[in-house]
Nanobody, 127 residues
Framework: QVHLEESGGGLVQPGGSLVLACTAS???????????LAWFRQVPGKEREGVIC???????IYTESAKGRFTFSSDNAKNTLFLQMNKLNPEDTGMYYC??????????????????WGQGTQVTVSS
């Protein structure tokens, strides 16, 4: 059973930065490298949306909300992915989730492409 756990959320002022982390476990005989990984977010009153999706081939897809401000990285030795968020604004407030799917996923950076999800970590951007 794949388990994902996010951390690093919190309160930040507009213009500030945060780094979210997601630690994965429970891959059984498969390794972290066999999975496509992603970050999503859900703001109040809206559907969950993709932020950054990294396909199994390693090609990242940055959605409009992330371009120029957010960066994806990972430490495969620690089964951990990161989301560096800069220049945060109040519209970035929401619950942030990491997601994983075995094999090649993320072409559309859509929720339905992923079966494994973390519980989320809250990000609040406010002065």
């Amino acid at each position: 059973q794949v388990h994902l756990e996010e951390s690093g959320g919190g309160l930040v002022q507009p213009g500030g930065s945060l780094v979210l982390a997601c630690t994965a476990s429970g891959f059984s005989r498969r390794s972290f490298d066999d999975y496509s990984l992603a970050w999503f977010r859900q703001v109040p009153g809206k559907e969950r949306e993709g932020v950054i999706c990294v396909r199994w081939s390693g090609s990242p897809i940055y959605t409009e909300s992330a371009k120029g401000r957010f960066t994806f990285s990972s430490d495969n030795a620690k089964n951990t992915l990161f989301l560096q968020m800069n220049k945060l604004n109040p519209e970035d407030t929401g619950m942030y989730y990491c997601a994983a799917e075995r094999g090649d996923a993320g072409l559309s950076c859509a929720v339905e492409e992923y079966r494994h999800w973390g519980q989320g970590t809250q990000v609040t951007v406010s002065s």
